[in-house]
């Protein structure tokens, strides 16, 4: 048998910084990805956090991958504008909380996984390969189990091989936690749903429209009716030429109140204001004269698909000024004017020749869905079992605080801790749990994102106060007016605090992470001090049908997926919760279409769920 | 490395998936204005070739007889395969050649790479526009190796100098068969359409990306790999190449003549639910169905 | 006066002590170009059978009812099962030995045969492949029509522009891959002095399917020889360990109904495929495709690709011949060889927007429109009138 120093699970961020900081230390490591590439199957809202924290160290993704992070990785806009709305009905209240966004971080960009993943995969593979190991893809771990003194992993794929030490980064439905018993699956009130779409948006409007420079990027979230009054909230965040548009909500709350997780994400673009941030200029194809003989249809059919697939093209390039560089200088056109001259043009042709129409709308590229681990709530207490240590989503660390949501940093500092507690181990020969892990349990202990998934810091506190300072008293003091005095006094505050950490979270966060907190303040927010905001059109909300025909996926017969209980109450609410829709309800039982699964694994909890076989399932080209 | 010598033929072919083909009025391939790309079984070999390389550490060379343009299916080739040599035999004189000509100049080509000490030559099951599946065996008899058709997999016993294949073998009003064979090296394989090269260890994974990369490199400078021979060079019989080497010619292209029709058919609206619905209640009929009305 | 070419050699398959079916159908058209060619020539050549065997004299029996003025029977365990390297050096024997032409025949000036024929599947397309670079002459592959005719030939390389009358040669058609053209081929002597050069045997493969067999006739005569073959110890090192029969995962036999898709899907492939495989469900049908289909000319995901684009469903003269009871073509126009491999079925539509297609000649009802229009109609009004008796299987 094949033997590794040591094997990480799964490739996601967290996998791969794993990956790349044994590299660094020199250490030979090997990583297995179900996916066909790693990115493949990641999503993320999603900003990227660097921290600076005030006690302790974090380990950012520039200290793991070096200043070639900064420079090469493709990340898409440095977010400098954070905004907070409350909403309801066409009235919006904003609050400017650019202030909490940059509390003790050194940036914040705007990624998108497909690609930064993909970047993160080659840096990663590239020094592991110096060091003897690499990265498989297109590998499914089926088990990992313990033969005479051995770690020995087997796989769909491949002829088992052995580890001596395993860190699992196999995200929030980790099967490794689930088969090897080290902690149990997560429940509905531990877990976030997040959905989310990408739509598409030329660089240089994105720009205009948010108010920004080419290198900056803007942040919005939203809270009030736009939730459907689930507990969470909306996003929008500006990528080079994409947004990225979606809502994070508690899962029990939609237990309770199930809805479509689209109906979620659809909410927040109907709402005015996110609706207008969104539109673009779209061509619409006007229907083919049937009379025409069958040539001729064809004919017109391939041209017009042809001119508008030109015309997109053009204008992408045309508002963005690497591509507009990129076409004169590769002599293609001779100036900018040029380019938007033949622009002008191909739009007339369309027009007059074809009769096809521009309006306003926006265009959505990608639809995806996962579930997020509340630390606060689930974060593994040791987070090891023999010597597999857990990372990131796998070991239930996200962490949410508000509107502060973080899982990709936190996966890579807790990447890099379990890399350090390897190495260590490998240096002296000792992976049991005694040693390795708990040496890894510490550094966790020690982590400002343990601390954060623990304890309220009261100085983020301030931030909140301060940005709320014009908001009048009677609407936030009616519910918590006691607390508020409080909290608005400098020396108070710090008792407060205090005292409320000693309650500890669980006591604390029905009260704060409530329907009214979440839902009802801001809509009374937005009622009485919020402007009205028009939409100038409707946007065309695609069908989930639509948005399941877009996903790319490679189908494996066999579903990944077993049903246990085809009655039970929780399994009929998943055909209203699952993404896709890939359960029915047939003759009063639940079956399941596995073909357009997203693995989000909202059903994680009553089915035998499993990631597909490797290479299978959805293929996310944005993530 | 291994000592193993592996040389694998290509096509340079139309392209003919949608988009890419074009056709004439008459319905004969306009060859002008179809994109030529590697041919799809030659990619298969390719690929047949690369898996000897990822487990054996094998040594490759690409051949293919063809014009100067030939000269991407080679490219398209090394990028399958991380080729190590890219030949490209190219003459006026090899022109209109049928399958045993073309055969002639590929068997003095491959006789000429590494001295001639090939151990397996590789090469798709059939191309995709002659089709004839001719030239590969043709080859493989004038090399004198052993030829192994439709094989669905092989590995290598470096030890004994063997191969150790299975093929398929599919015969009209039989079950198909997949038969285990074990030759002697050298031999000549062309590989079925359905071969897919496997690796499963952890080792061949990291071997296959660390031979892919270098594919990508090798390709983007494939020139560099490139050699091409002319007829002189090669040292071929001239009688026995291009179009005077070619026993046989293409006499003609007609259109195959409708047969007559041998059956009556109902034609029914596509679009008229009443009719459609005729039609469904005649086909569970025909299946022996009951049908309530 | 014999000639130095004479008589039609027919390489015969067979498996499990039985002839593959195109064995018996070469015999057949074999003996229909024999009869013409005697008469018309005013010769008596003859249709020699090839067997290579173990333990096959019965067979040989069989081929002389079946057409076969003669049979030449080669005996030995190595030909338990068919290996190409001595396969062909055997067959290559056999057709140049002298000595067995005369067991039938004149033959004194024998040198090769004038014709051969092979089948046109996994072996014999390669056995003649080698035979035939062994014999040093020319092959067509994949015919489905064969004339002798006397032709008047003007080509630049084997004539030199001159005008040249080739008599009794082999027109061999075959059928190009989009199913509607035919190419012919001929193998011809270089009568250019340059380069001057016979070519012999004319030597085709031939479609199984096409040609039918002859009436068996236990009345027919003719000569079974032996010959005791020269092995050279190399060419027997090719092993067979073992052999495994498979079943194909796609079975028409045993479905009452077929649905098949062709080049019609291309508006929007993937959902056309989808929609195709609901109707298939619906009617419990096997889904089989055109020969285009199994190159895969549509982009479509890697499951649908490999599910159905795939050699195993083609159903035609290049794949599989079937014959349900209820067979529907969508999109499909209706190309010879896919004909030739559905006209035993029972019930057929078609569904095709183009009334001009030949798939009109071939079917029972002819649903005019495209199937993305069509098919979820039929599919709705097929779930409406679900029998309420089970199909009984």
């Known amino acids: 048998m094949e033997s590794y120093e040591v094997a990480i699970i799964g490739g996601g961020s967290a996998g791969l910084a794993a990956l790349k900081q044994l590299s660094n230390l020199g250490k030979q490591a090997i990583l297995i990805e179900a996916g066909k590439k790693a990115g493949t199957k990641n999503v993320s809202g999603g900003i990227l956090y660097s921290k600076k924290p005030k006690r302790g160290r974090a380990y950012n993704v520039e200290d793991v991958y070096g200043s070639v992070f900064l420079s090469d990785a493709p990340i898409e806009r440095r977010i400098t504008q954070y905004m907070l709305h409350a909403t309801s009905g066409n009235k919006v209240f904003t609050m400017d909380l650019t202030a909490a966004h940059e509390y003790q971080a050194n940036f914040g960009y705007s990624v998108l996984l497909g690609k930064l993943n993909s970047w993160f995969a080659k840096q990663a593979g590239e020094s592991a390969e110096k060091q003897g190991g690499g990265i498989v893809s297109g590998v499914h771990v089926r088990s990992v189990s313990w033969q005479d003194g051995k770690t020995v992993i087997e796989t769909d794929e491949l002829e088992p091989f052995e580890a001596k030490a395993v860190i699992a980064a196999d995200g929030v439905n980790s099967e490794i936690a689930e088969m090897t018993g080290a902690r149990n699956k997560f429940t509905p009130e531990q877990l976030y749903q997040g959905v989310k779409v990408i739509v598409k948006m030329p660089e240089e409007i994105i720009e205009e429209r948010f108010g920004i420079g080419q290198e900056d990027g803007a942040a919005h979230l939203y809270a009030g009716d736009v939730t459907l009054n689930h507990i969470g909230g909306g996003f929008l965040y500006t990528n080079r030429d994409t947004l990225s548009v979606g809502a994070v909500y508690h899962y029990d709350s939609l237990m309770q109140r199930p809805a479509e997780p689209y109906t979620l994400v659809n909410a927040l673009l109907k709402n005015p204001m996110v609706a207008e941030f969104v539109k673009d200029e779209v061509a619409v194809k006007e229907e083919i004269d049937r009379n025409l003989p069958k040539e001729e249809q064809l004919r017109v059919r391939f041209a017009v698909s042809k001119l508008v697939k030109t015309w997109n093209e053009l204008r992408d390039a045309y508002h963005s000024p690497s591509a507009r560089k990129r076409l004169v200088e590769g002599g293609k056109y001779k100036s900018e004017e040029e380019i938007k001259a033949r622009l002008d043009s191909v739009r007339s042709e369309l027009e007059g020749k074809y009769r096809t129409k521009f309006v306003t709308d926006y265009v959505e590229l990608e639809y995806a869905a996962k579930l997020v681990p509340d630390g606060k709530r689930c974060a593994m207490r040791k987070p090891y079992y023999k010597n597999i240590l857990f990372i990131g989503d796998a070991a239930g660390r996200g962490v949410f605080i508000g509107p502060r949501i973080e899982g990709l940093n936190v996966g890579i500092d807790d990447a890099v801790r379990a890399a350090n507690a390897v190495a260590r181990a490998i240096d002296r020969n000792d992976f049991s749990s005694n040693s390795m892990g708990e040496h890894y349990s510490q550094m966790i202990e020690e982590s400002p994102f343990t601390r954060d998934m623990k304890e309220i810091d009261k100085d983020y506190l301030k931030i909140f106060l301060d940005a709320a300072k014009d908001v009048p008293k009677d609407i936030i003091g009616q519910r918590y007016g006691m607390v508020f005095k409080l909290m608005s006094s400098g020396t108070l505050r710090g008792l407060a605090v205090g005292f409320a950490n000693i309650l500890g979270y669980d006591r604390l966060l029905p009260l704060v992470e409530s329907e009214d907190t979440y839902v009802q303040v801001p809509i009374e927010l937005a009622e009485k001090m919020g402007k009205p905001v028009v939409a100038t059109y409707e946007p065309t909300l695609p069908t989930i049908a639509q948005r399941v025909a877009q996903l790319k996926y490679d189908d494996d017969r066999i579903s990944h997926i077993k049903v246990l209980d085809h009655e039970s109450e929780f399994m009929k609410k998943m055909v209203k919760l699952c993404p896709t829709n890939c359960y029915s309800m047939e003759d009063g039982e639940i079956t399941l279409q596995h073909e357009a699964c997203i693995e989000c694994g909202t059903c994680a909890k009553e089915t035998e769920w499993r990631h597909p076989r490797g290479e299978k399932g959805v293929n996310y080209q944005y993530g | 490395m291994s000592d193993l010598k592996i040389a694998v033929i290509v096509k340079l072919e139309p392209d003919f998936s949608e988009g890419n083909v074009s056709y004439n009025a008459d319905g004969t391939l306009n060859r002008a204005e179809t994109k030529s790309i590697l041919g799809p079984h030659s990619a298969v070999a390719s690929s047949a070739a690369f898996y000897a390389k990822v487990k054996y550490g094998a040594r490759i060379a690409v051949t293919t007889m063809g014009p100067p343009i030939a000269d991407t299916a080679l490219q398209q080739a090394q990028l399958l395969c991380d080729a190590d040599e890219l030949h490209l035999y190219s003459d006026r004189m090899f022109a209109g050649a049928d399958t045993l000509a073309t055969a002639e100049v590929l068997k003095t080509g491959i006789s000429k790479v590494e001295g001639g000490k090939m151990d397996i030559v590789f090469s798709g099951h059939r191309a995709s526009d002659g089709e004839t599946g001719q030239t590969g065996p043709q080859t493989a008899w004038k090399l004198g190796f052993t030829f192994l058709g439709n094989v669905i997999d092989y590995n290598v016993d470096m030890q004994n100098r063997v191969v150790r294949a299975r093929r398929m073998i599919s015969l009209q009003g039989f079950y198909d068969v997949i038969e285990e064979v074990e030759a002697p090296l050298p031999v000549f394989i062309a590989i079925d359409p359905s071969y897919k090269a496997s690796f499963n260890t952890v080792s061949q994974r990291l071997a296959f990306e660390k031979y892919q990369k270098e594919a990508k490199e090798r390709a983007q400078n494939y020139k560099q790999y490139l050699k091409i021979f002319n007829a002189q060079q090669l040292g071929v019989d001239p009688k026995l190449v291009g179009l005077p080497g070619s026993p046989t010619i293409v006499y003609k292209v007609e259109r195959i003549p409708k047969a007559k029709a041998s059956r009556k058919a109902e034609v029914v609206d596509g679009s008229s639910r009443d009719q459609i619905a005729k039609v469904a209640a005649k086909m569970y009929e025909v299946l022996g169905g009951m049908v309530i009305k | ?393």
């Open chain 3, 1 to 393: 006066m014999s000639a130095k070419y004479e008589h039609l050699y027919v390489v015969i398959e067979h498996e499990d002590g039985k002839p593959v079916p195109v064995s018996l159908e070469m015999l057949g058209e074999a003996r229909r170009l024999m009869n013409g060619f005697n008469k018309k020539y005013s010769a008596n050549e003859k249709v020699v059978a090839l067997v290579l065997g173990n333990n096959m004299r019965r067979l040989c029996e069989e081929l002389i009812f079946y057409g076969a003025d003669a049979v030449i029977y080669v005996d030995s365990p190595e030909f338990q099962y068919s290996r190409n390297l001595v396969d062909t050096k055997v067959i290559s024997q056999v057709a140049t030995n002298k000595e067995l032409a005369k067991k039938f025949s004149d033959a004194s000036n024998f040198i090769k045969p004038r014709y051969m024929f092979f089948a046109a599947d996994n072996i014999g397309r390669q056995l003649s492949s080698t035979v035939l670079a062994d014999l040093e002459s020319g092959l067509a592959s994949d015919i489905n029509k064969l004339v002798i005719e006397d032709l008047e030939i003007k080509h630049e390389h084997k004539t030199k522009g001159q005008a040249v009358k080739y008599e009794k040669t082999l027109e061999m058609y075959r059928p190009d891959f989009s199913g509607f053209l035919w190419t012919t081929i001929l193998c011809l002597d270089n009568r250019n002095p340059a380069i001057e050069r016979e070519y012999h045997p004319q030597a085709c493969s031939i479609i199984p399917g096409v040609f039918l067999p002859i009436e068996r006739d236990t009345s027919r005569r003719g000569v079974i020889t032996d010959y005791i073959p020269k092995f050279d110890e190399r060419d027997l090192r090719v092993k067979v360990l073992d052999r495994k029969i498979v079943k194909s995962a796609v079975d028409f036999d045993s479905c009452k109904a077929i649905v098949s898709f062709g080049r019609g899907i291309k508006d929007s492939s993937e959902q056309n495929i989808k929609m195709v495989a609901d109707l298939a469900q619906a009617l419990e049908a096997e889904v089989g495709v055109s020969l285009p289909i199994s190159k895969k000319p549509f982009a479509v995901s890697e499951g649908v690709s490999s599910t159905y684009m795939i050699p195993d469903r083609v159903i035609g003269t290049s794949g599989r011949k079937v014959a349900p009871l209820l067979y529907i073509a969508a999109g499909i126009s209706g190309a010879m060889q896919h004909i030739a491999g559905m006209k035993e079925s029972g019930f057929v539509v078609a569904i095709n927007p183009d009334e001009n297609s030949p798939i009109k000649d071939e079917c029972d009802i002819f649903i005019k429109g495209r199937m993305e229009d069509v098919i979820p109609l039929l599919l709705e009004e097929l779930r409406k009138q679900k029998p309420a008796i089970e199909v009984k299987k």
